[in-house]
């Protein structure tokens, strides 16, 4: 193994294939509000992982998060079945629908034990994280010990750090995994005193906003054993998510954690 440290070997451009990386949270197809490049297929995905050396990614493709919930889900299981343990897909729950329907969804791929983690966006589904229709979410992660994804920000009153903190507590054994907990210090706020409160809360770093400083103002506070590698891969090229932990003040160690041990770990990789 190189003894040059890992901000070394990224000044010189390589590709460490020795470190375990797993991008928490991606997408995957188009979506009409970015440039998706070359439409977010699961094979440009996996070609723009190979370029820097990510071992897997963890997807929820935008129709989940938009439209289209039942088929999205098809689709990222289908990208997972052409490329095995690159692709891992989330199980994405739009609680606008019927619980009925939302149940028999959770169920089919329960029976196919295909189900490794839940995505949720209170946001895009115009529900708040409490809402009625995201419980069987909650209640079979908490059976199964499984993560759940949620996109947040800062003063988010759908889906706030403090709401997700409130369903932790509710749900003990579900892990809630905070999306773009450092998109910014007022967000890097809310997301450390959520995790503080509760063990089982994880912080994803996914963002584009990159301040100086703030991740490792995170680390600080709450440790590296809780916050996740994260670059909403493909709208957003993973090279500088990757840059940004490879060359912060982080040890060595407490960037192997981030990147993808604390993943693997938690997603049973």
């Not at 992982?49 to 039942?70: E, K, N, Q, W």
């Not at 692709?87 to 739009?94: C, S």
């Not at 490792?216 to 998510?241: K, N, S």
């Amino acid at each position: 193994m190189s003894e040059l440290t890992l901000a070394e070997r990224c000044r010189q451009g390589d590709v460490l294939t020795d470190v375990t990386v797993i991008d928490c949270h991606c997408h995957m197809g188009p979506y009409h509000n970015f440039n998706i490049p070359e439409g977010g297929s699961p094979e440009s995905m996996v070609h723009a992982m190979d370029l820097i050396g990510t071992t897997a990614c963890v997807v929820s493709p935008h129709l989940c998060i938009g439209p289209g919930y039942r088929e999205g889900n098809r689709q990222v299981m289908a990208a997972a079945d052409k490329f095995p343990g690159r692709i891992i897909p989330y199980v994405t729950i739009n609680p606008n629908y019927p619980l009925a329907e939302i149940e028999a969804e959770i169920a089919h791929w329960h029976d196919l034990g295909r189900i490794v983690a839940f995505k949720i966006h209170p946001q895009l589904h115009g529900a708040s994280a409490s809402h009625p229709g995201y419980a069987p979410v909650y209640e079979y992660a908490h059976a199964h010990v499984l993560p759940i994804l949620s996109h947040s920000w800062a003063g988010d009153n759908l889906g706030g750090p403090a709401m997700l903190a409130a369903l932790a507590a509710k749900y003990p054994k579900a892990s809630f995994l905070i999306a773009h907990s450092a998109s910014g210090w007022q967000m890097v706020d809310e997301a450390c005193a959520a995790a503080h409160e509760q063990p089982r809360v994880y912080l994803d770093l996914t963002g584009s906003v990159l301040l100086r400083g703030l991740l490792e103002g995170v680390i600080e506070r709450i440790g590296a054993d809780r916050v996740l590698f994260g670059t909403d891969m493909p709208f957003i090229d993973p090279r500088a998510g990757l840059g940004r932990v490879l060359m912060s003040g982080l040890s060595d160690a407490e960037k192997r954690l981030v990147l993808g041990l604390n993943a693997k770990r938690l997603f049973g990789l």
